[in-house]
């Protein structure tokens, strides 16, 4: 699904140069439109006023839930990356703001957000655990999360000839996780009221507390 990576100052990977979103393949828009058909139910399942997205990469996502109607704010943070700070100028609306921040430590007040979001993101991080804990803490309603489903992620990757050297691992990716391994780490923090997976995705709804 991806062909490349992009990387921070720091020389940290913050992301796929591969525009999932834009595709013109036709496989690829077949998948991405149940992915967003899916994650749009359980967003509009979630109705956040407030909703803080972490890794929001090029602000696709987070400039289209700005634009929702009742959600009064919504942050979008990523890594320091100057491919997505051209993005995100293309992207703007007085309820949106980008941070540009690591997710370790968050800057915000316990439950300042209804809703957390992390959408392809948590298998990029160095350590997922304390980077959902600090989402929850931030949260005082749900977490939205979704991640590649493994081990047919790089099954899929490998049978298209992709990134054979890595047995199929797309660049950046550090965690996996099967659709079981992902609703344990999440049930950590609340019951997992929807899991899904739309083709090859894990995604979940979790209601806090």
Same mark, same amino acid.
């Given at each position: 699904?991806?062909?490349?990576?992009?990387?921070?100052?720091?020389?940290?990977?913050?992301?796929?140069?591969?525009?999932?979103?834009?595709?013109?393949?036709?496989?690829?828009?077949?998948?991405?439109?149940?992915?967003?058909?899916?994650?749009?139910?359980?967003?509009?399942?979630?109705?956040?006023?407030?909703?803080?997205?972490?890794?929001?990469?090029?602000?696709?996502?987070?400039?289209?839930?700005?634009?929702?109607?009742?959600?009064?704010?919504?942050?979008?943070?990523?890594?320091?990356?100057?491919?997505?700070?051209?993005?995100?100028?293309?992207?703007?609306?007085?309820?949106?703001?980008?941070?540009?921040?690591? &997710? *370790?430590?968050?800057?915000? /007040?316990? #439950?300042?957000?209804? $809703?957390?979001?992390?959408? +392809?993101? %948590?298998?990029?991080?160095?350590?997922?655990?304390?980077?959902? &804990? *600090?989402?929850?803490?931030? /949260?005082? #309603?749900?977490?939205? $999360?979704?991640?590649?489903? +493994?081990? %047919?992620?790089?099954?899929?990757?490998?049978?298209?000839?992709?990134?054979?050297?890595?047995?199929?691992?797309?660049?950046?990716?550090?965690?996996?996780?099967?659709?079981?391994?992902?609703?344990?780490?999440?049930?950590?923090?609340?019951?997992?009221?929807?899991?899904?997976?739309?083709?090859?995705?894990?995604?979940?709804?979790?209601?806090?507390?």
């Amino acid at each position: 699904m991806s062909s490349g990576v992009t990387v921070d100052r720091e020389g940290t990977v913050t992301g796929n140069t591969y525009d999932k979103y834009g595709s013109t393949n036709p496989v690829v828009r077949r998948l991405m439109a149940n992915f967003e058909a899916t994650l749009e139910e359980l967003f509009t399942l979630a109705a956040p006023e407030s909703i803080l997205d972490v890794g929001c990469g090029e602000g696709v996502l987070t400039h289209r839930w700005a634009q929702k109607p009742g959600v009064r704010r919504i942050v979008g943070l990523d890594l320091d990356d100057p491919l997505l700070h051209e993005a995100w100028k293309g992207r703007q609306h007085p309820n949106l703001e980008y941070r540009v921040m690591k &997710a *370790e430590n968050l800057p915000f /007040a316990d #439950g300042e957000f209804e $809703v957390a979001t992390a959408i +392809e993101v %948590l298998e990029h991080v160095p350590d997922p655990e304390h980077t959902v &804990a *600090e989402m929850a803490r931030c /949260a005082s #309603g749900h977490l939205l $999360v979704s991640v590649p489903r +493994e081990p %047919l992620w790089r099954g899929l990757n490998l049978a298209r000839g992709a990134y054979l050297k890595e047995l199929g691992n797309t660049p950046g990716h550090v965690n996996h996780w099967s659709k079981r391994s992902f609703v344990e780490l999440l049930s950590r923090h609340g019951s997992v009221v929807q899991a899904r997976s739309p083709f090859p995705w894990t995604m979940l709804l979790v209601k806090l507390g």
